[in-house]
Nanobody, 117 residues
Framework: QVQLVESGGGLVQAGGSLKLSCAAS???????MAWYRQAPGKQRELVAS???????TYTDSMKGRVTISRDNAKNTVYLQMNSLNPEDTAVYYC????????????WGQGTQVTVSS
């Protein structure tokens, strides 16, 4: 099993930036890595994803304000967030998923991001 540990969350003022990290205990080779977020009383939603080769996708709600990246040698994925708004307040979760060979789907415990107005 791949264990994922998120870090980098915290309190930031509106308009500020944060960089989240997700460290995997095992290899994330061939895995699609993604960041999701969930606010209280809301459904968990996709923020960004990145395949092993580097192609990325972003949700419309945060497109242009976030950048996902990965370091396969370090088994780590990052989420750079800029121009944060109070509505971005949520727990942010890291996800590792394979849908082809050696299927798996793992989640981290999440890191809290709070944006003050």
């Amino acid at each position: 099993q791949v264990q994922l540990v998120e870090s980098g969350g915290g309190l930031v003022q509106a308009g500020g930036s944060l960089k989240l990290s997700c460290a995997a205990s095992g290899s994330i080779s061939l895995a699609t890595m993604a960041w999701y977020r969930q606010a209280p009383g809301k459904q968990r939603e996709l923020v960004a994803s990145i395949v092993y080769g580097g192609d990325t996708t972003y949700t419309d709600s945060m497109k242009g304000r976030v950048t996902i990246s990965r370091d396969n040698a370090k088994n780590t994925v990052y989420l750079q967030m800029n121009s944060l708004n109070p509505e971005d307040t949520a727990v942010y979760y890291c996800n590792a998923r394979r849908t082809l060979i050696n299927w798996y789907n793992y989640w981290g415990q999440g890191t809290q991001v709070t944006v003050s107005s």
